[in-house]
């Protein structure tokens, strides 16, 4: 996270740095501060994302070393240092043998 911006009516956007992988809006999140998952707060809960922007412009995936604009669906409390995961849940049907 590089900086937070505070956007009457759209709420808090999270100014990130993508690291590794990629980042898709498909994708669940959480949203981790001094080591400690404080989003979402319930075990086996998912959160996501609710818009994705490169600069100004939607975005559908942002990959590693780029910058782009994150707004998390019904979380607003995102701080300076925090990191976000963004993970998939792929199922795999299981084969007989």
Not at 4 to 9: E, T
Not at 26 to 39: A, C, T
């Amino acid at each position: 996270m590089r900086e937070v911006y505070k956007i009457s009516k759209l709420g808090t956007i999270a100014g990130c740095y993508v690291m590794e992988g990629k980042i898709t809006r498909g994708n669940h999140i959480r949203v981790i501060r001094d080591g400690i998952v404080v989003f979402p707060t319930r075990e086996g809960a998912h959160g996501e994302i609710d818009s994705l922007k490169r600069f100004k412009d939607d975005a559908k995936e942002v990959k590693a070393g780029l910058e782009c604009g994150i707004s998390i669906k019904n979380f607003n409390d995102i701080q300076m240092g925090d990191t976000i995961e963004a993970y998939e849940i792929i199922e795999i049907k299981q084969k007989l043998k």
